[in-house]
């Protein structure tokens, strides 16, 4: 019998990203709070920007955002905002969409496998993915369930279950 395998990705779909980005900017258009700050967020290039003229404001905006992500199912160890910075008269936040598995955290997540995970299990790096197989599906549904008991600093998910 052939080995089943997955693959462990990291990777957010940008489609969502897009629509809580645009959720939020509709938000704060309309929030009484944020009236004449000059608030706003938007895409910038790869980035996102979020600008307000106070630094509670700015960071104000970052929470909308990351609630609106967290609607649309998308984890927010993916995104990686920066410090609020003053430019001006206005206080900036850039913020990046992080996907794909370095080869250090894939290191890290295949060392929790060999360690933890059940013996026969074999997790090999391709790109920026984690290809995991064994002989046994049940071996292998036990190392998703090791993983997702895991605290990982980026998120990951289970794809192409064969």
């Known amino acids: ?17 897009d629509n809580a ?19 706003s967020i938007s895409w910038q290039g790869d980035k996102i ?7 509670e404001r700015v960071k104000a905006i970052l929470d909308i955002f990351e609630t609106k992500l967290i609607k649309r199912g ?27 598995i370095s080869q250090e955290n894939a290191k890290k997540v295949s060392k929790v496998i060999r360690d933890e995970g059940p013996k026969g ?15 046994s599906r049940d071996d292998l549904q036990a ?4 993983l997702k008991g895991k605290d990982f600093d980026f998120a990951i998910q289970f794809v192409n279950y064969r």
Do not use: C, H
């Open 121 to 135: 299990v074999k997790a090999q790096v391709q790109g920026d993915e984690l290809r995991v197989s064994s002989k």
């Open 21 to 39: 980005l645009n959720q939020a900017a509709k938000e704060i258009s309309q929030r009484y709070d944020f009236k004449g700050t000059d608030a």
């Open 74 to 100: 998308i984890s927010l160890k993916s995104l990686d905002a920066g410090e609020p910075q003053l430019s001006g008269k206005e206080y900036k936040i850039f913020a990046t969409i992080e996907e794909g």
């Open 143 to 146: 190392v998703q369930a090791l």
């Open 1 to 17: 019998m052939a080995d089943s395998s997955f693959d462990i990705v990291s990777k957010v779909e940008r489609q969502e990203v």
């Open 49 to 55: 920007l979020m600008q307000a003229n106070g630094e």
